[in-house]
């Protein structure tokens, strides 16, 4: 993400704008409007939401005046509405992937078929698409990546979410040339598999959150599907089927995360894995048997080594997605997409 920040100053004084479109404003969609309404070089100037109301509000927490609010479900009056500077609200997610405005459009739904539909329809249509919708992702991710690289087009899935965070400690270590052996997350409740959305229904509504949603966090339905988008990004494979996940403190993660030789957990390195002990953050696990190396990381009190753990301690999610955008828009670059080949005839 270095020098994102320029790029979008540039844009700014220039004045120019990433415009951004938004599908689903939820707890995260309406973080995402408040955020990109604080950034330079960013503007959202249309949401489509099954809620018109739910849709005009996001814009109005946002500081836009309702008089600057037009409703429509048309692409034309859309277009227009936006080159006079005014703000969408939409009912129909396929009208904001045809404005010609928009260069990026974010997904925040978190429902699969919606969000293929929107990825589809958004490279048809040229525009970069980010994914706050990992489970879209890890259904058919493999398959929109390829179709949007044969277009041009930047499919991503987005930064401030585990996946994300992971992928971008994990090119850190690449990069600087360390060999990376493991990566995962925290966890910051003990895995019930026998919760329901009604049985959490009272804690959800006191968090302000869907129940099922809080569901799939208790019974750890999310960390598979987030570590499985890392695993298709990384082509690291699970520890074990269902993951491990140990309770530890991150001073112990490098011994932990070693082969079984060794007196750790693994019976194979390039994993991923989960932590509980250790939420909000992410890690990454490095390697390096060289003495120089090791010496210098003793130096700066990251162990004797030859495992070292690097550590990310937050997530931001919906403050980080626009990143993405621009990280799309300003370098073409995805923060974190599947790697793999998705096969329409089994390849046997």
């Known amino acids: 993400m270095l020098n994102i920040n320029t790029g979008l100053r540039k844009l700014d004084e220039s004045g120019e704008k990433i415009n951004v479109g938004l599908i689903g404003v939820g707890q995260m969609g309406r973080g ?3 955020q990109v309404f ?3 070089g960013m503007n ?4 489509a939401n099954r809620s018109v109301d739910r849709a005009k509000a996001a814009f109005q927490s946002a500081g836009v005046d309702c008089k600057d609010i037009y409703v429509t479900n048309t692409v034309s009056e859309a277009e227009n509405a936006v080159k006079s500077g005014k ?14 405005p928009v260069d990026v459009v974010i997904e925040a739904t978190g429902v699969p078929e919606i969000g293929a539909h929107t990825a589809l329809k958004s490279i048809y249509n040229g525009k970069h698409i980010v994914m706050l919708n990992v489970e879209t ?3 058919v991710g493999p398959l929109l990546k390829r179709m949007a690289d044969s277009a041009g087009i930047v499919y991503t899935v987005s930064a401030g979410d585990e996946p994300g965070a992971i992928k971008e400690l994990y090119d850190f270590a690449d990069a600087v040339g360390f060999k990376v052996i493991a990566v995962g997350k925290g966890k910051n409740n003990p895995v019930n598999r026998d919760v329901t959305p009604d049985t959490m229904r009272q804690k959800a509504e006191e968090k302000r959150i869907n129940p099922r949603m809080l569901t799939s966090f208790v019974d750890a339905t999310n960390t598979m599907i987030e570590l499985t988008a890392v695993s298709n990004a990384l082509g690291f494979v ?5 993951l491990i996940g140990p ?3 991150l001073k112990d993660l490098p011994k932990l ?11 194979r390195y390039e994993v991923v894995d989960y932590v509980l002990g250790i939420a909000p953050g992410v890690f990454v696990i490095v390697t390096s048997d060289h003495p120089v190396i090791k010496e210098t990381m003793a130096y700066v009190s990251m162990g004797e080594g030859p495992n070292y753990v690097l550590f990310r301690p937050y997530h931001l999610v919906c403050i980080e997605t626009p990143l993405s955008a621009a990280r799309a828009f300003l370098y073409g670059e995805p923060t974190i997409a599947p790697v793999g080949v998705f096969w329409l005839q089994p390849p046997f």
């Open 87 to 100: 703000y969408v609200v939409t009912e129909d997610f396929e009208v904001v992937t045809k404005v010609l």
């Open 44 to 47: 959202i100037p249309i949401i």
């Open 38 to 40: 604080k950034m330079k």
């Open 247 to 249: 309770k530890a403190a």
């Open 137 to 139: 992702d890890v259904t």
């Open 257 to 267: 995360f070693s082969l079984k030789a060794q007196g750790g957990i693994l019976d």
């Open 32 to 34: 995402i409007v408040t």
């Open 238 to 242: 699970p520890s074990q089927r269902g």
